[in-house]
């Protein structure tokens, strides 16, 4: 018996874009949604780095506030 597509999971999604891609068969506007999904996996990609930072910074104070085990 054929498995049910339903019960095979989730697919994982297809690359909207890859970087160095040829530019040349797309439209403005296929460019113009290239460019602002982009710009959005930026912006994604700037807050995770500032929630490393964030974690990193906390940690760092909080083992700079801690006693040490020698006091």
């Known amino acids: ?3 049910d597509p339903d019960d095979l999971g989730p697919r994982i999604k297809p690359v909207e874009f890859a970087l160095g ?6 439209s403005e ?4 949604a290239r460019i602002v999904a982009m710009e959005t996996e ?3 990609c700037h807050d ?3 929630a490393r930072q964030a974690t990193r910074n906390a940690a760092a ?3 700079k506030s ?6």
């Open 42 to 44: 930026i912006a994604r």
């Open 21 to 26: 891609q040829d530019l040349s068969a797309f």
């Open 1 to 3: 018996m054929p498995a």
């Open 48 to 50: 995770a780095i500032k």
């Open 66 to 71: 801690s006693p040490s085990p020698d006091s």
């Open 29 to 32: 506007h296929e460019l113009t």
């Open 61 to 63: 104070a909080f083992f």
